[in-house]
């Protein structure tokens, strides 16, 4: 079945520091990637999302690109703030045509000043 | 536009006990989710409706849990008797389109 992997947190960041954080999926078909970030107290929001492959999605300064030859969608940003402190999801959806979203684990960072 | 909208917030039951959590979409949006979140993991789908028909609900533990969207609008998620590993936080999401999934803020429950 469908799945996703990513990275195992929490990572800590100093502010200003680069972010990568790694996903790879395994998947039936041809899915949509999704990142989704839940902020301290708050609900899920999606991030960014790419539809096929070589896609980049990109919002609020994080950008990944899907890459179908490795499977993987890498969540990056140039340059963390202390308010990017979240946990992040990597998600799959729309794989033999359902909607059903597959979600990662969830990876955490912290930033740092 | 107003959000997903879900109550309660927080829950505390004791095991074999019931509980139900109500959620109100997106106005206009047909598909709505319920996810199980456990403690440090990633959400888990437990059933999805288009409309008030049931799309998937191949994660749904059925001998006690159930789910309806009545008119195709609210829904309701029902756990009875609960157990101790259903403490999560239960998340209901609508969309109009795949990866257009608004999140509710969740009801966390314990089960104690």
């Known amino acids: 079945g469908d799945s996703v992997t990513q990275m195992e947190g929490p990572v800590t960041l100093s502010e200003e520091a680069f972010l990568t954080i790694n996903c790879t999926y395994t998947a039936t078909g041809y899915p949509s990637l999704f990142w989704y970030v839940q902020y301290p107290g708050e609900g899920l929001q999606l991030l960014l999302k790419?539809?096929?492959?070589?896609d980049k999605g990109s919002n609020k300064g994080f950008e990944a690109t899907y890459r179908k030859e490795t499977t993987s969608f890498h969540l990056e940003k140039g340059s963390v703030q202390v308010s990017d402190s979240a946990v992040y999801f990597c998600a799959l959806g729309g794989s033999g045509g359902y909607q059903k979203v597959t979600f990662g684990t969830g990876t955490k960072l912290q930033v740092i000043p | 536009e107003a959000g997903v909208a879900q109550s309660p917030r927080y829950k505390i039951i004791e095991k074999r006990q019931s509980v139900a959590f109500w959620c109100n979409p997106i106005s206009g949006h047909a598909t709505l989710y319920w996810y199980q979140q456990i403690l440090g993991q990633g959400p888990k789908l437990l059933i999805q409706f288009q409309n008030n028909g049931v799309v998937d609900d191949s994660q749904l533990p059925k001998d006690r849990f159930s789910a309806e969207r009545l008119k195709g609008v609210d829904s309701t998620l029902k756990i009875q008797p609960a157990k101790l590993e259903d403490s999560a936080v239960y998340l209901c999401?609508?969309?109009?389109?795949?990866?257009?999934?608004?999140f509710g803020p969740g009801t966390r429950l314990t089960v104690l």
């Open positions: 790419a539809t096929k492959a070589d």
């Open positions: 999401a609508s969309s109009l389109k795949l990866g257009g999934e608004f």
